[in-house]
């Protein structure tokens, strides 16, 4: 009977490969990889959450700032609307005076001196109202600019913080899903944020 051993002296051995430790290595560079983007992805959520807390309180901020010169432009109103009311008052005060020294002079008679006194007076009072309203007037307006100004400005950071959580949203998307187009996606929203961010403090 032939040699069972000696037969299998003669075949030639298999190379032997180790497939549980190249099945590992392949894997621990998959990890690696895969964990050098979720870093690169955490690092760039964190930066964008923390720029849309900073916008999200300044857009807080300019809105609050800018409805109280509102409120202060509508007092400014109020108190303009009042001198007119006061200019107009006087301009009617005027109007009597000169309708009374009128009557006097259409019966023949001299008008009282008081008559055209009171006549200069109210129109003294009413130039002085005039300049009083019109300053008031300035005052108001400028209040209202400014405030305009801040509404845009709030716009500009709530955007901002728009733009900024739709970028880590993508980021966490990208986290999940390991797709780096995501990724890009976040990053690109991201930086639009940025640039609506940079906006208010440029102009």
């Known amino acids: 009977m032939p040699d069972p051993a000696a037969g299998r002296e003669d075949m030639p051995e298999q190379p032997e490969v180790e497939t549980e430790r190249l099945h590992e290595a392949i894997h621990e560079e998959l990890e690696r990889a895969g964990g050098t983007m979720l870093r690169r992805i955490a690092l760039t959520t964190a930066v964008f959450a923390a720029l849309a807390a900073i916008a999200a309180l300044e857009a807080g901020?300019?809105?609050n700032e800018a409805?109280?010169?509102k409120t202060e432009a509508g007092r400014l109103q109020a108190q303009a609307s009042d001198q007119w009311a006061y200019y107009q008052a006087k301009g009617i005060k005027?109007?009597?005076r000169a309708a009374e020294a009128s009557s006097w002079t259409a019966v023949g008679k001299p008008a009282p001196p008081t008559l055209a006194a009171d006549q200069q007076r109210y129109a003294t009072e009413q130039a002085e109202i005039q300049r009083e309203a019109r300053s008031v007037e300035q005052e108001r307006d400028a209040k209202s600019r400014e405030a305009d100004a801040l509404i845009a400005r709030h716009h500009r950071f709530a955007s901002a913080v728009a733009l900024f959580q739709v970028a880590i949203a993508l980021g966490?998307?990208?986290a999940l899903t390991r797709m780096p187009l995501l990724?890009?996606?976040s990053v690109l929203m991201g930086l639009a944020g940025v640039v609506l961010f940079a906006l208010p403090w440029l102009g």
């Open 94 to 96: 005027a109007a009597v």
């Open 172 to 174: 966490a998307m990208a």
């Open 61 to 63: 901020d300019t809105v």
């Open 67 to 69: 409805l109280v010169l």
């Open 183 to 185: 990724w890009l996606g």
